[in-house]
C-alpha cells in the first residue's frame, strides 16, 4: 500500500529548483498510500548518499529533515518511499543500505510498492547462499536480491552493472506486484514495474529537465511535460554519470498485465487518471448506478422518511455525490450531509487485528449534528471486513439515529489480497463470515462469487447487514460494477471479487486458504479420519467445480 517517488536532475536542465522540490511537490498528493511517514535517499557525486525523513507532510506541503541544515548538499538524484504501518520495518528507517563484505562498501536503496507472494521462498534461497537479513520486510528483500545478482555476476569481476540483465532475472524468480526505485552509488536511478502490473508507476519528463517518477500521475498536476506509465515488466534506466535514459524489457510476456481494483476503488487519488477518466469520475459514476438500486429499495418502503446520505472519510464521497444525485433524479427527497468526522486522516484498513482495533474505536465520531430519530444512508467504496463498519453503525445508533443502510460501491470481496492490501485470510473478511451462517446448499451456490444469482446476493445483503447491525445494505453487483471501469475487464485485476488471483502463487496460496476454510465448515469438523478427510476434500472440488 506504500507510494513512491524519485526525481532525477539532468545535466542539461534550465532550472533553479532542486530535486527535494520536485519530490516537495510530489509526495504530498500520494499521502493517501500511506500515512506512516516518508523516507528519503538521496545522492550527489563525491558527497554520496545521505537519508532524511520529512517532519511534516500534509495535503500539500512537506519538509525534509536535512534539508536546510546543508545547502551545500545538493543532490541530483533522490527517491521517497511514502510508508504505510503494515509491515515496515521496525529498525529506524526505511533505506537499509545494503553493502557488500569487500573492503569497499556499495551503497544501495529501494523505493517499493506492492508486496511478494513467494518472498519466504527467496528468503530462503538466499539464506542458504549464505546472505544474513537484517529486515523482514519485502524492499529489504528485494535489495538483497539484486546486490547478491550485481555481486555475482558484475562485482566481482569488475564489470559494470546491465541492470537490463539484472532485473529480467527477478522479474522471472518473483511472484507478486512491485513497482520500485532502485537507487545505486553511481547515483543509477531504475525504475521497475513488475511483470503482472497490479501496482502503478507513472513517468513525467518536465520541460524544465527533471526526469520524475511517481506512483500515480496526480503527482505530476501543476508541472509541464510529458507524462506515460512504466508498461509492466519494463525497467527505465537512468545513468548517474552520463544521464542517459532507456527503457528495456525484462519480461519474457507470458502474464496478462492488469492493473488492481483496489487503485480505482480505494487506493488512489481522487484526480488520478486512467484511460482519459479520474478516479474521481469513475467512483462518482459507480455511486450513481449505486443509488437506482438503493431509489428501488426505497421506493418499495412507501413509508420511509427522507434519508440523510452520508459518505464514509475520506475517499467515499464521490460515491456519495453520484448515489444522491441519482436519489434526485428519481424523485425520492433526501438531504446530504456527512455525518461522520474523523480524529485523525490513518487508514484503518492495514494492519494487525489488535491495532486496528483500537485504531477503529479512537478515529470515528459522529460530526455534531442531531440525528434523532434519522434514517442514514453510508456509503463507502467496499465492505471488506466489517469491523468499521460496525462500530460507525454503533455510532450512529447510539447517537439517536432510527436506521443505518449502508451501499457498497462494489461486488462482495470474496478473496484475499497478497499484493500489498495486508487482507492474508478469507477469515477476516464479512462475505465468509455470513457464508458460514448459510445452509449446506446456500455455501454451494454463494461459491459462484462474481456470478451469484441475484436471490443469494440479497441473502448474503442480509446477513452482513446483521452482522453489522444494520438495518441494510446494498452492493453493486459484479456485471454493472465491470461496466463502469476506465478499463476493459481484461486489463484490471478482479480478484477481490472471482477469487481468479493475478499470479500463480497467489491462486495456489487463496485455495489453500479456501480448502482449509471449507474443511473446518463442513459438518465433519475437525475429524482428521481418513473417511472425512476425503469426503470432505471432494465436497469442496465439487462446490468450487461447479462454479468454474
Given at each position: 500500500?506504500?507510494?513512491?517517488?524519485?526525481?532525477f536532475?539532468?545535466?542539461s536542465?534550465?532550472?533553479?529548483?532542486?530535486?527535494?522540490?520536485?519530490?516537495?511537490?510530489?509526495?504530498?498528493?500520494?499521502?493517501?498510500?500511506?500515512?506512516?511517514?516518508?523516507?528519503?535517499a538521496?545522492?550527489?557525486?563525491?558527497?554520496?548518499f545521505?537519508?532524511?525523513?520529512?517532519?511534516?507532510?500534509?495535503?500539500?506541503s512537506?519538509?525534509?529533515?536535512?534539508?536546510e541544515?546543508?545547502?551545500?548538499?545538493?543532490?541530483h538524484?533522490?527517491?521517497?518511499?511514502?510508508?504505510?504501518?503494515?509491515?515496515?520495518?521496525?529498525?529506524?528507517?526505511?533505506?537499509?543500505?545494503?553493502?557488500?563484505?569487500?573492503?569497499?562498501?556499495?551503497h544501495?536503496?529501494?523505493?517499493?510498492?506492492?508486496?511478494?507472494?513467494?518472498?519466504?521462498?527467496?528468503?530462503?534461497e538466499?539464506?542458504?547462499?549464505?546472505?544474513?537479513?537484517?529486515?523482514?520486510?519485502d524492499?529489504?528483500?528485494?535489495?538483497?536480491?539484486i546486490?547478491?545478482?550485481?555481486?555475482?555476476?558484475?562485482?566481482?569481476?569488475?564489470?559494470?552493472?546491465?541492470?537490463?540483465?539484472?532485473?529480467?532475472?527477478?522479474?522471472?524468480?518473483?511472484?507478486?506486484?512491485?513497482?520500485?526505485?532502485?537507487?545505486?552509488g553511481?547515483?543509477?536511478?531504475?525504475?521497475?514495474?513488475?511483470?503482472c502490473?497490479?501496482?502503478?508507476?507513472?513517468?513525467?519528463?518536465?520541460?524544465?529537465?527533471?526526469?520524475?517518477?511517481a506512483?500515480?500521475?496526480?503527482?505530476?498536476a501543476?508541472?509541464?511535460?510529458?507524462?506515460?506509465?512504466?508498461?509492466?515488466?519494463?525497467?527505465?534506466?537512468?545513468?548517474?554519470?552520463?544521464?542517459?535514459?532507456?527503457d528495456?524489457?525484462?519480461?519474457?510476456?507470458?502474464?496478462?498485465?492488469?492493473?488492481?481494483?483496489?487503485?480505482t476503488?480505494?487506493?488512489?487519488?481522487?484526480?488520478?487518471?486512467?484511460?482519459?477518466?479520474?478516479?474521481?469520475?469513475?467512483?462518482?459514476?459507480?455511486g450513481?448506478?449505486?443509488?437506482?438500486l438503493?431509489?428501488?429499495?426505497?421506493?418499495?418502503?412507501?413509508?420511509?422518511?427522507?434519508?440523510?446520505?452520508?459518505?464514509?472519510?475520506?475517499?467515499?464521497?464521490?460515491y456519495?455525490?453520484?448515489?444522491?444525485?441519482s436519489l434526485?433524479?428519481?424523485?425520492?427527497?433526501?438531504?446530504?450531509?456527512?455525518?461522520?468526522?474523523?480524529?485523525?486522516?490513518?487508514?484503518?484498513?492495514?494492519?494487525?487485528?489488535?491495532?486496528?482495533?483500537?485504531?477503529?474505536?479512537?478515529?470515528?465520531?459522529?460530526?455534531?449534528?442531531?440525528l434523532?430519530?434519522?434514517?442514514i444512508?453510508?456509503?463507502?467504496e467496499?465492505?471488506?471486513?466489517?469491523?468499521?463498519?460496525?462500530?460507525?453503525?454503533?455510532?450512529l445508533?447510539?447517537?439517536?439515529?432510527k436506521?443505518?443502510?449502508?451501499a457498497?460501491?462494489?461486488?462482495?470481496?470474496?478473496?484475499?489480497?497478497?499484493?500489498?492490501?495486508?487482507?492474508?485470510?478469507?477469515?477476516?473478511?464479512?462475505?465468509?463470515?455470513?457464508?458460514?451462517?448459510?445452509?449446506?446448499?446456500?455455501?454451494?451456490?454463494?461459491?459462484?462469487?462474481?456470478?451469484?444469482?441475484?436471490?443469494?446476493?440479497k441473502?448474503i445483503?442480509?446477513?452482513?447487514?446483521?452482522?453489522?447491525n444494520?438495518?441494510?445494505?446494498?452492493?453493486?453487483?459484479?456485471?454493472?460494477?465491470?461496466?463502469?471501469?476506465?478499463?476493459?475487464?481484461?486489463?484490471i485485476?478482479?480478484?477481490?471479487?472471482?477469487?481468479?488471483?493475478p499470479?500463480?502463487?497467489?491462486?495456489?496460496?487463496?485455495?489453500?486458504n479456501l480448502?482449509?476454510?471449507?474443511?473446518?465448515?463442513?459438518?465433519?469438523?475437525?475429524n482428521?479420519?481418513?473417511?472425512?478427510?476425503?469426503?470432505?476434500?471432494s465436497?469442496?472440488?465439487?462446490?468450487?467445480?461447479?462454479?468454474?
Amino acid at each position: 500500500m506504500p507510494g513512491v517517488a524519485a526525481a532525477f536532475l539532468s545535466f542539461s536542465n534550465n532550472s533553479s529548483a532542486t530535486v527535494y522540490d520536485r519530490l516537495k511537490h510530489m509526495v504530498p498528493k500520494l499521502a493517501l498510500r500511506g500515512q506512516a511517514g516518508v523516507c528519503v535517499a538521496a545522492f550527489m557525486p563525491n558527497e554520496g548518499f545521505r537519508y532524511a525523513r520529512t517532519l511534516q507532510v500534509s495535503c500539500d506541503s512537506m519538509r525534509i529533515e536535512h534539508d536546510e541544515q546543508d545547502p551545500n548538499f545538493r543532490p541530483h538524484v533522490a527517491i521517497a518511499h511514502i510508508r504505510s504501518r503494515y509491515g515496515e520495518i521496525r529498525h529506524d528507517g526505511d533505506f537499509q543500505p545494503a553493502r557488500r563484505t569487500a573492503a569497499n562498501s556499495r551503497h544501495l536503496a529501494i523505493s517499493l510498492d506492492g508486496a511478494l507472494v513467494n518472498a519466504r521462498v527467496l528468503r530462503g534461497e538466499l539464506l542458504a547462499k549464505g546472505h544474513r537479513l537484517g529486515g523482514n520486510t519485502d524492499a529489504e528483500l528485494l535489495l538483497k536480491w539484486i546486490e547478491h545478482t550485481c555481486e555475482r555476476d558484475y562485482w566481482r569481476h569488475g564489470l559494470p552493472v546491465n541492470f537490463e540483465n539484472v532485473f529480467r532475472e527477478i522479474d522471472g524468480r518473483i511472484d507478486g506486484a512491485i513497482s520500485a526505485l532502485f537507487l545505486d552509488g553511481d547515483g543509477t536511478l531504475v525504475a521497475y514495474r513488475s511483470r503482472c502490473g497490479l501496482r502503478p508507476l507513472e513517468t513525467m519528463q518536465t520541460d524544465d529537465g527533471f526526469l520524475l517518477f511517481a506512483s500515480e500521475n496526480c503527482a505530476f498536476a501543476g508541472l509541464q511535460g510529458k507524462t506515460k506509465q512504466i508498461r509492466p515488466g519494463h525497467i527505465k534506466y537512468v545513468d548517474g554519470k552520463t544521464g542517459c535514459c532507456i527503457d528495456r524489457s525484462v519480461s519474457d510476456g507470458k502474464y496478462k498485465a492488469k492493473l488492481c481494483a483496489y487503485e480505482t476503488l480505494y487506493l488512489g487519488n481522487p484526480n488520478t487518471s486512467l484511460e482519459g477518466q479520474s478516479h474521481s469520475e469513475t467512483r462518482y459514476n459507480l455511486g450513481v448506478a449505486l443509488g437506482r438500486l438503493v431509489a428501488q429499495r426505497l421506493q418499495a418502503d412507501s413509508g420511509s422518511a427522507p434519508s440523510i446520505v452520508s459518505s464514509m472519510p475520506h475517499t467515499g464521497g464521490p460515491y456519495a455525490d453520484g448515489l444522491f444525485a441519482s436519489l434526485q433524479d428519481c424523485g425520492l427527497f433526501a438531504q446530504r450531509q456527512d455525518v461522520i468526522a474523523t480524529q485523525f486522516s490513518q487508514r484503518t484498513l492495514i494492519g494487525a487485528p489488535g491495532e486496528r482495533k483500537s485504531l477503529i474505536s479512537q478515529k470515528y465520531r459522529v460530526s455534531g449534528i442531531n440525528l434523532t430519530k434519522a434514517t442514514i444512508i453510508i456509503v463507502d467504496e467496499a465492505l471488506i471486513r466489517g469491523d468499521t463498519s460496525r462500530a460507525v453503525t454503533n455510532i450512529l445508533l447510539a447517537a439517536g439515529a432510527k436506521a443505518v443502510h449502508w451501499a457498497i460501491g462494489s461486488p462482495p470481496i470474496v478473496a484475499p489480497n497478497y499484493y500489498g492490501m495486508g487482507i492474508d485470510t478469507l477469515d477476516e473478511l464479512a462475505f465468509w463470515q455470513a457464508w458460514k451462517r448459510l445452509s449446506s446448499e446456500q455455501r454451494t451456490q454463494s461459491l459462484r462469487f462474481h456470478k451469484i444469482e441475484p436471490q443469494v446476493l440479497k441473502l448474503i445483503e442480509r446477513n452482513i447487514a446483521a452482522s453489522i447491525n444494520a438495518a441494510s445494505i446494498t452492493y453493486l453487483p459484479f456485471p454493472l460494477f465491470v461496466s463502469l471501469l476506465p478499463y476493459r475487464k481484461d486489463g484490471i485485476d478482479l480478484s477481490p471479487f472471482t477469487f481468479e488471483m493475478p499470479t500463480p502463487a497467489g491462486q495456489k496460496r487463496a485455495n489453500r486458504n479456501l480448502h482449509k476454510l471449507v474443511r473446518r465448515s463442513s459438518p465433519f469438523g475437525g475429524n482428521t479420519s481418513m473417511r472425512s478427510e476425503h469426503e470432505t476434500r471432494s465436497r469442496l472440488r465439487l462446490e468450487w467445480n461447479a462454479t468454474r
